[in-house]
């Protein structure tokens, strides 16, 4: 089959694999779809550690082709969360899965999904309905992180959340707050595009944060600053100005992945006297199959956040696109 594969630090090759073969309890997925995320952009940078070579991509949806396990028939369309966990360390013994200690990550542990075939466990594989493209379908792994950080903030009926960077997480996230009830949700975003994607796909304002002062625009909204923060940009930077964004008692979540070694400066005296909550949010917690439920009964939208397609056949050409001007979700289509 072919397969895109990390070899490190700038160096992605597309090239012929043994299909894998499914084991145990296992199902073989013939992938049809695969989005391209922040993090796959991190490890082409070398900001990210992976066990490499290892095969990229991790968002993905496809079609059952073989089955070892009950749960699953041939013909079943599967999305997946791509992160197989040990089920016995003490963090999946309480509930916190997504922090196993063992935890492998399809696309940075294990063979990724930017490939024509996968084979998961059957916990790791989630039914969706005819009425989703495999494209959609996709959309799932990065809807249920976004949902997850939503839950992490506990946004409130009423709140104003501010959401830093409106890539394709950060509009996902913006429509889970409303959904959620916020009142107002105000993106920052340098790019036009995703700005209007944002307000199409129900934001409330838009903040070109290069035209104009972001601290001063969001104030005009909420007075106190906004109840919720989500920086999910990746940048160190922003992460240390959402803390001043948010209210007293108010909430940020450092959504966006940045480099290990970087660091972000922050007053603590301030954190302390406004009482700041500040909060990671990694992967999710049980929210794969409420993201397919959301897909499915379309209280999210994600067909128009696809801005370019990718044959799998072109899949380095990827990372001199991603991120650009006119960008939002990159899919890769790994063939019928
Ligand atoms: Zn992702
Ligand atoms: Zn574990």
Known sequence: MKAAVLYGKGDVRVEEREVPRPAEGEALVR??????????????????PAAVP???????????????????????????DPNVICHECEYCRTGLEHLCERASSMGVHRDGADAEYCALPASNLYRFPDSLSFEEAAFAEPLACAAHGVDLAGVRLGDTVLVVGAGAM??????????????????????????EKALENGATDAIDPGATDLGAELRKIRRLGADVVFEVAGSPAAQAACVGLARKGGTVVWFGVAPPARRVEVSSFYVNEN??????????????ERAVRLLAERKVKVANLVSHRFRLSEYPAVFGAFGGKDTLKLMV???A
């Not at 992938?31 to 990210?48: K, M, N, P, Q």
């Not at 009482?275 to 794969?288: L, P």
Request: proline letters at 3%; hydrophobic letters at 40%; glycine letters at 12%.
């Open 31 to 48: 992938i049809r779809a695969c989005g391209v995320c922040g993090t796959d952009a991190a490890l082409f940078r070398g900001e990210y």
């Open 54 to 80: 290892v095969v990229i991509g991790h968002e993905f949806a496809g079609e059952v082709v073989e089955s070892r396990t009950p749960a699953l028939r041939p013909g079943d369309r599967v999305t997946a």
């Open 170 to 195: 950060g509009n996902l996230i913006a429509q889970c707050a409303r959904i959620s009830g916020a009142a107002r949700v105000v993106v920052s975003e340098p790019i036009a595009l995703r700005r």
């Open 275 to 288: 009482e700041v909550r500040i909060t990671g949010s990694y992967n999710n917690q049980f929210a794969t």
């Open 333 to 335: 289509d790994t063939g």
